[in-house]
C-alpha cells in the first residue's frame, strides 16, 4: 500500500512529537547476547523500570526488577547464588528467577509475603536479548525479523555495538525513518549532494512502515566507496528501511552499476536496536551485515570490517546524537508548543508515528 497523507493527518502528527509514553507489551532489546557472561549480573534501565538480567546455571537468562523489596538496593549489585537466585548486596535476602524471596537470613527468618520483585519474560534471537516489558503473556511471535544477522560469515558482520542518546527515543527514530539526513548531516560518508534527490516511497506493512529512497547516477559516498574498492563512478544508490513497533529499525543499503538491480549492487544490511532508558534517554544498539561482498580476501575484508564500524559509531555518535540531543534540549526548554514544520521528507515519521499511537492507546484502553 503506497501512503498519501491527508492535511488532517499532518496536523495531527504534529502534536505527536517526542511523546514520552511507551508500548509495554512488546520485546525490548537490552543488550547483545555476548554481553552477559555467565555470573554476570547486568543492570539497565527500560522504560523507567530498573532490570537485572543475568545467566541461570544452564545458560538461560533471567530478569528481575532491580530494586530490592527491603529497602530498595539494586540486586544487579548482588551476587548469583546457588546457580539461580540473586542475593542483595545489603542485607542478603534472595531472590528466584520468579522474583519470589527464598530467603530471609534475619529474625525467625520469616519471608513476608510482600518480599517479592517482579520478574520478566527475556530471551536471546538474532544475537541479541529481548525483554518483555507489559503484564500480558509474552508473544514470541512478535519479536522483530533480524534474520539477516543470522549464519553470517564473522568478517561480513560488523562489532556489535552500543552509544547512548540523550533524547527521547521517537527523536532517533524520527532520524532514521528520514534519510535525507544523510545528505547533509554525514556528508561523504553516507550520503553526498548527489543523493538529495531520491524518488521516496513510503509503505505500510502490516505494523511495519517502510520508507525506500532511491537516487540515479550519482558519486558513490564514501562508505560504499570503502566497501566497493572498485566501484563505478556513476552509481545508483537505494536505501530501503523498515521500521518495526516499538522501536528496531532494519535497513537494507547499497549502490549498484546505473539501471542494474539492488540485488546486484554492493551494501548492507543496517541494524538498529532503539530502547527507551527513560523520556529523555535512549539506548541505541547498532551492527551491519554486508551483501554483495566484492572485496577478495580475509585480510582486506578485516579491514573493510572495521572501518566500517569505526565510520559508522563516529556518523552515529559525533554527527547524530549531537544533533538529536540538541533538538530534546530545545524542545524541552521551549517556551511555547512545539509544532514542527512538516516537509515531504516527513511521511515516514508521520505514519510511523500514528501506528504507534494507536498500539499505545489500545493496551491503554479499558
Ligand atoms: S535492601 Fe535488600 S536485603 Fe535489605
Ligand atoms: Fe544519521
Same mark, same amino acid.
Given at each position: ?144 525479523? @533480524? $534474520? +539477516?544477522?543470522?549464519?553470517?560469515? %564473522? *568478517? ?5 555495538? &552500543? ?9 532517533v527514530i524520527d532520524n532514521l ?26 509503505d505500510q506493512d502490516g505494523e ?82 554486508? @551483501? $554483495? +561482498?566484492?572485496?577478495?580476501?580475509? %585480510? *582486506? ?5 572495521? &572501518? ?34 512538516i516537509l515531504a521528507i516527513d ?20
Amino acid at each position: 500500500m503506497n501512503i498519501q497523507l491527508g492535511h488532517e493527518a499532518l496536523v495531527h502528527s504534529k502534536k505527536q512529537l517526542a511523546s514520552g509514553t511507551y508500548l509495554h507489551n512488546a520485546w525490548y532489546v537490552a543488550a547483545w547476547s555476548q554481553d552477559i557472561a555467565p555470573g554476570k549480573l547486568l543492570g539497565i534501565t527500560i522504560l523507567k523500570e530498573p532490570v537485572v538480567i543475568y545467566r541461570m546455571a544452564d545458560g538461560k537468562l533471567a530478569a528481575l526488577e532491580d530494586r530490592c523489596a527491603h529497602r530498595f538496593a539494586p540486586l544487579s549489585m548482588g551476587a548469583i547464588v546457588g546457580g539461580d537466585k540473586i542475593q542483595c548486596p545489603y542485607h542478603g535476602l534472595e531472590y528466584d528467577t520468579s522474583g519470589m524471596c527464598t530467603l530471609n537470613p534475619h529474625g525467625n527468618k520469616h519471608i513476608p509475603p510482600r518480599a517479592r520483585v517482579r520478574s520478566y519474560p527475556v530471551t536471546e534471537k538474532h544475537k541479541a536479548i529481548w525483554i518483555w516489558m507489559g503484564d500480558k503473556p509474552a508473544d514470541h511471535s512478535k519479536i522483530p525479523d @533480524f $534474520g +539477516v544477522m543470522d549464519n553470517q560469515p %564473522e *568478517l561480513h558482520t560488523t562489532k556489535l555495538d &552500543k552509544i547512548m542518546v540523550k533524547a527521547n527515543y521517537e527523536l532517533v527514530i524520527d532520524n532514521l525513518l528520514d534519510l535525507s539526513h544523510t545528505s547533509y548531516l554525514h556528508a561523504g560518508i553516507l550520503g553526498n549532494q548527489d543523493t538529495v534527490e531520491s524518488e521516496i516511497n513510503v509503505d505500510q506493512d502490516g505494523e511495519d512502515i517502510v520508507v525506500s529512497r532511491y537516487a540515479r547516477a550519482g558519486e558513490p559516498p564514501g562508505m560504499n566507496k570503502l566497501m566497493w574498492p572498485d566501484v563505478p563512478s556513476k552509481v545508483d544508490k537505494f536505501t530501503r528501511i523498515r521500521w518495526m513497533a516499538p522501536s528496531t529499525l532494519r535497513l537494507v543499503t547499497g549502490v549498484c552499476r546505473p539501471g542494474e538491480t539492488p540485488e546486484q549492487g554492493s551494501g548492507y544490511h543496517a541494524i538498529h536496536l532503539l530502547t527507551p532508558e527513560n523520556d529523555g534517554s535512549t539506548h541505541y544498539w547498532f551492527t551491519a551485515v554486508r @551483501f $554483495g +561482498v566484492f572485496s577478495k580476501g580475509d %585480510e *582486506l575484508n578485516r579491514q573493510i570490517q572495521e &572501518k566500517v564500524a569505526a565510520t559508522r559509531r563516529f556518523a552515529f555518535e559525533e554527527q547524530d546524537a549531537p544533533v538529536i540531543e540538541a533538538q530534546q534540549r530545545i524542545i524541552d526548554n521551549s517556551q511555547t508548543a512545539v509544532d514542527p514544520l512538516i516537509l515531504a521528507i516527513d511521511v515516514g515519521p508521520v505514519r510511523y508515528k500514528q501506528v504507534l499511537k494507536r498500539l499505545i492507546a489500545a493496551e491503554q484502553a479499558p
